[in-house]
């Protein structure tokens, strides 16, 4: 991994570990790096892999929880921080929580003591929290942290009620990242998944969130507002503008061509179904 690129990207020079210094990389990281499954919508399959995924963050790029986190465990690793990673499971409101692999969380050790830090929540977390119970206001945002009752020993996130999910548990045993594979083939193959049937990004910042969903952009702060993409010009701009991703020729005509039809067709069938199943944070979660 190259490290002085990484932190370029970052905007950021190398400094010994410190908490201070942990909340500016991750802040950093969640501003300018994007939670974006785009890959899959470019026919670019990825994997789980660390260093793979901090390349692609290096030349420009973003990615989900593995990538995002997998990477940023890389980059702590490689500053002297104490890392761990851990296997967690997100789910919507209405669903029983589950340690279900469909998230990768960290946590760090430092003489202040354990933080849990999560770059892939999408519009949740702006900075680390401090594994201790209580309730944290980000921004607009408030989040709870209590122990899990699916993990014995671990902890449970409660989002914001805005969110895009009701919350997210995690154990304390560390996790290598073969315990992620087959969730991510799930998660970027099937059907079923929402990266698969949403083009998604997001970017938090410290007064809200920005997501882009098919071609529905939404900033949601102490309120929301949408706009609908309505020219290929429109959507790359707010990409590029917004999110910081930049496409060639060949992968704008490609990337323009599915994410049109597919908004296309949810707008053909929300309009005949009070669920407007596709585009909603209940079925595309931006943290899956």
Known sequence: MDISAYLRRLGLEAAPPSL????????????????????????????VDPAESAARIVRGRGGYCYHLNGAFSLLLEALGYQVTRHVGGVHMRGAEPAISANHLVL???LPEGDWMVDLGLGDALHEPLPLVEGRYRQGPFEYGLRPSTVAPGGWHFDHDPRGSFAGMDFGMEPAPMSAFEQMHRHLTTSPESGFVRVATVARRDATGVDIMRGLSLTRLEADSRATTMETSAD??????????????????????????????????????????????????????
């Open 107 to 109: 946590t760090v050790r």
């Open 235 to 288: 959507y790359f701009q707010a990409l590029a503008d917004v999110f910081g991703l930049r496409f060639d020729a060949d992968e704008r005509a490609l990337l323009w061509d599915k994410v049109s039809r597919a908004h296309a067709a949810w707008t053909a069938s929300a309009s005949t179904s009070s669920t407007g199943e596709g585009l909603t944070p209940s079925t595309s979660s931006v943290s899956e």
């Open 20 to 47: 201070d210094q942990l909340k500016a990389l991750h802040v950093a990281h969640i501003e300018r790096v994007p939670y974006e499954a785009l890959e899959i919508w470019l026919d670019r399959p990825t994997t």
